[in-house]
T-cell receptor, first 115, second 112 residues
Framework: DTEVTQTPKHLVMGMTNKKSLKCEQH?????MYWYKQKAKKPPELMFV???????INESVPSRFSPECPNSSLLNLHLHALQPEDSALYLC??????????????FGEGSWLTVV | SQKIEQNSEALNIQEGKTATLTCNYT??????LQWYRQDPGRGPVFLLL?????KEKRKERLKVTFDTTLKQSLFHITASQPADSATYLC???????????FGAGTILRVKS
């Protein structure tokens, strides 16, 4: 079982709604990620937080707003989304260090449908 | 341009045989490479990591090789089983910025 927990597992929202996806890990990892995955496509990197600071934003539209309140939590705030934003949103975390501790662990994902 | 290519979209093999999956990349200089398994509707599950200065890694029935000259990694599953059927993703890890970039994946189907 993954040690990265994502909620909700499924979310349906209208284009005018505001909602949030949540992610939690208690492995002491200091890097956390948001990925977006469309059907039959690989995960695409959206954001990386390192030590609670945003270190990478892959030119993601501002209707997606990440937040890292502390080292264990990562949120993705959603506002005014489009139907094409419907996808599986994956959270991941990674420990600092080298070798096999570079492993990035993924959560089960949140399925988002925008109607 | 930067590319990560995984061999074929789908690989069909007979139970008990060795499955070999390929990951080729261009215009990247990864510090390490990881292989993940993903089942439909689930998040990727980590399998193996190999660093740029390592040639080969093994874990139970899994083996991965990494050739930075050829810019290629091979992923082998020996004595394959129907339960190994899944999508396998390779991912390149960059040392700086904590960035991990995925290939498109290969669907493996093991038939009994």
């Amino acid at each position: 079982d993954t040690e990265v927990t994502q909620t909700p597992k499924h979310l349906v929202m209208g284009m005018t709604n505001k909602k949030s996806l949540k992610c939690e890990q208690h492995m002491g990892h200091r890097a956390m990620y948001w990925y977006k995955q469309k059907a039959k496509k690989p995960p695409e990197l959206m954001f990386v937080y390192s030590y609670e600071k945003l270190s990478i934003n892959e030119s993601v539209p501002s209707r997606f707003s990440p937040e890292c309140p502390n080292s264990s939590l990562l949120n993705l705030h959603l506002h005014a989304l489009q139907p094409e934003d419907s996808a599986l949103y994956l959270c991941a975390s990674r420990s600092p260090g080298t070798g096999d501790r570079n492993t990035i662990y993924f959560g089960e994902g949140s399925w988002l449908t925008v109607v | 341009s930067q590319k990560i290519e995984q061999n074929s979209e789908a690989l069909n093999i007979q139970e008990g045989k060795t499955a070999t999956l390929t990951c080729n990349y261009t215009n990247y200089s990864p510090a390490y490479l990881q292989w993940y398994r993903q089942d439909p509707g689930r998040g990727p599950v980590f399998l193996l990591l190999i660093r740029e200065n390592e040639k080969e890694k093994r874990k139970e029935r899994l083996k991965v090789t990494f050739d930075t000259t050829l810019k290629q990694s091979l992923f082998h599953i020996t004595a394959s089983q129907p339960a190994d059927s899944a999508t396998y993703l390779c991912a390149l890890g960059m040392e700086y910025g904590n960035k991990l970039v995925f290939g498109a994946g290969t669907i493996l189907r093991v038939k009994s």
